[in-house]
């Protein structure tokens, strides 16, 4: 088996060509399920190399193969999401985003180069391991019902039967040359809340003629509040009071189109629910229906819910996490590995841990001593791409150690 120094050989090797990976698809981002010239360049990169694919799952999605020796002893999945954001790219780079109003502020172009610099790799060393390699270019993480759990119904996980799964995501609070991990339940269910509350308009000054739905939506928001009490625990976490799960209820819209002296006829709220436990996330869906019906009766009112299901809570399998920590403090020494706190943010990867033991990780881009601290979906979100040279070789690693001890 190949050294660490072997591999980090290799992806300084890469580095150039990744990073132009990263560039080009970050200047030609597009939007979820719409990513057909992306996933074009990912193929013409796959042609190049002569790495076997196929493409076109739930129209832009790709799967391609590496097969080692005795390619059915084991399957590992490598997955890497295409999509970009509606946002306006504010920073002055060589590789600005060449799409008005749409920009990768979420990382996925870094994930997209990083995960094709990692197959690079393993391609060239398919004779150092036993099993399958199975490389997901995957659509659409950014909007519900999310590309991975439509490309999961379309088979992904099997012929060959997928044994593990790994993923990463950029992280800016974190310095480049680092790496986190959490074991278990790491990121939250992820559910809309759409409210329409129907009252009687009038006139602000004839309060005997109007029943003001402003007033029924904000006893909404209140009683949900007082029904689902929570506090802040020393990870920063929100734990409902009652059982300590972690929950997120919040509304961050609402809309009524009256007036100073116009008293609309209906309010519009959205918000959203977060949890890490799936009878809990069924049992709270229910009580928050009962208490917009409740509040409504109360004053002679009616609503109008509806909870669209996101994502599941993402979970980290504890033995592979476990060696991929061990393999990350190998490649980049003890000091560069971190632990990770609870996330209340959501991420489609959740429907893959759900079925397949897996580890999703995230990778330092950050680097104040350049100004690089932008979060995540903000119009000046950037990486230090030194990060892409960690992260080519790290994957790889951190792949043929799972081939040779799991």
Not at 21 to 46: A, D, G, K, M, W
Not at 149 to 158: C, D, R, T
């Amino acid at each position: 088996m190949k050294t660490v120094d072997d591999i980090k050989a290799m992806a300084k090797t890469l580095f150039e060509d990744v990073l132009a990976f990263r560039r080009h698809i970050h200047q030609n981002p597009e939007l979820s399920f719409h990513e057909f010239n992306t996933s074009n360049y990912v193929c013409s990169i796959l042609d190049k190399y002569d790495i076997a694919y196929q493409k076109d799952i739930v129209q832009t999605g790709i799967v391609a193969i590496i097969e080692g020796k005795n390619s059915s002893k084991k399957t590992i999945l490598l997955r890497a999401d295409l999509d970009a954001l509606p946002i306006e790219e504010k920073n002055e780079v060589v590789y600005k985003s060449k799409n008005p109003g749409v920009m990768h502020a979420c990382g996925h172009d870094v994930h997209t180069a990083s995960v094709l610099g990692t197959t690079l790799i393993l391609h060239q060393l398919k004779e150092q391991f036993e099993g399958t390699v199975k490389v997901v270019f995957q659509p659409g993480e950014e909007v519900l019902p999310g590309g991975a759990s439509l490309m999961i119904a379309e088979g992904i996980l099997h012929n060959p039967s997928v044994e593990i799964a790994l993923a990463q995501h950029v992280f800016p609070s974190m310095e480049v040359g680092k790496v986190g991990f959490r074991s278990g339940m790491y990121m939250a269910s992820t559910d809309e809340i759409h409210i329409t509350v129907y009252g009687k308009g009038g006139h602000a000054a004839m309060a005997a003629e109007y029943n003001n739905p402003l007033v029924i939506a904000a006893h909404i928001i209140t009683e949900i509040e007082k029904q689902f009490p929570f506090s802040i625990d020393a990870e920063g976490v929100a734990r409902n009071i009652g059982n300590r799960i972690p929950t997120v209820i919040a509304f961050g819209k609402m809309e009524a189109k009256g007036a100073t002296n116009v008293i609309p006829e209906t309010v519009y709220l959205a918000g959203t629910f977060r949890t890490m436990d799936e009878h809990w996330r069924n049992e709270v869906k229910k009580q928050i229906a009962e208490i917009v019906h409740a509040v409504c009766a109360s004053y002679g009112a009616k609503a109008d819910i509806n909870i669209i299901d996101g994502y599941p809570f993402l979970t980290n399998n504890p033995e592979v996490t476990t060696l991929c920590k061990q393999a990350s403090i190998e490649y980049l020494g003890a000091e560069n590995v971190e632990d990770l706190p609870l996330r209340m943010t959501a991420e489609d990867f959740a429907y893959i841990t759900q079925q397949v033991p897996s580890c999703f990780y995230r990778l330092g881009t950050g680097n104040k001593s350049l100004g690089i601290t932008s979060g995540v979906h903000t119009a000046t979100f950037d990486v230090d791409e030194k990060a892409l040279e960690i992260s080519i070789g790290l994957m790889a690693w951190m792949t043929l150690s799972l081939f040779q001890r799991n």
